[in-house]
């Protein structure tokens, strides 16, 4: 069985938390740093560390490969 991001994006959006914080200064801590880098982010979904990643500097390419579910519910 397999299954599309896109069929799942809304709840996904809806209930995922963003990241904490302490995430991001764990990995500054140990020398990954973010701003002025080009990332690729592939498998990005609704983009919460795309849009996180932008916001620390980096310069973020977001890669979804499933399509959006445009069927009617």
Same mark, same amino acid.
């Given at each position: 069985?397999?299954?599309?991001? $896109?069929?799942?994006?809304?709840?996904?959006?809806?209930?995922?938390?963003?990241?904490?914080?302490?995430?991001?200064?764990?990995?500054?801590?140990?020398?990954?740093?973010?701003?002025?880098?080009?990332?690729?982010?592939?498998?990005? $979904?609704?983009?919460?560390i795309?849009?996180?990643?932008a916001?620390?500097?980096?310069?973020?390419? $977001?890669?979804?490969?499933?399509?959006?579910?445009?069927?009617?519910?």
């Amino acid at each position: 069985m397999t299954s599309e991001f $896109g069929n799942v994006s809304d709840d996904y959006a809806k209930y995922r938390n963003a990241l904490p914080q302490v995430l991001f200064n764990q990995l500054i801590d140990q020398g990954v740093f973010f701003a002025g880098n080009q990332i690729i982010e592939l498998g990005s $979904g609704t983009g919460i560390i795309s849009r996180d990643l932008a916001m620390l500097g980096a310069h973020v390419i $977001g890669i979804e490969p499933s399509p959006q579910d445009d069927r009617a519910s």
